[in-house]
């Protein structure tokens, strides 16, 4: 087995969430930063709330209103002449 390719362990390394929760777990990383939680997720807290990343609800409610807002095109219907 080849030697010095793995990265070292951390026994403490902290996992902090921007609810204010702090997780002491292990791994390569010594600090890390997340957006979301089990103690904040809708799924686990039973709460209705929207997590929008980067307004892509707003992008998504913006093209659904700019279809309604569109005029629909008639469809043609072409019709093969037999020689």
Do not use: W
Not at 51 to 59: L, N, Q, Y
């Amino acid at each position: 087995m080849k030697k010095n390719i793995h990265p070292q362990y951390h026994d403490n390394a902290t996992i902090t969430c921007t609810c204010g929760q702090v997780f002491k777990v292990g791994g390569a990383v010594v600090k890390t930063e997340v957006e979301i939680c089990s103690h904040c997720h809708p799924f686990y807290t039973g709460e209705k709330k929207l997590i929008d990343t980067a307004g892509r609800v707003e992008k998504f409610k913006a093209r659904t209103q700019k279809k309604k807002e569109a005029p629909k095109k008639k469809a043609r219907i072409r019709i093969k002449k037999k020689s």
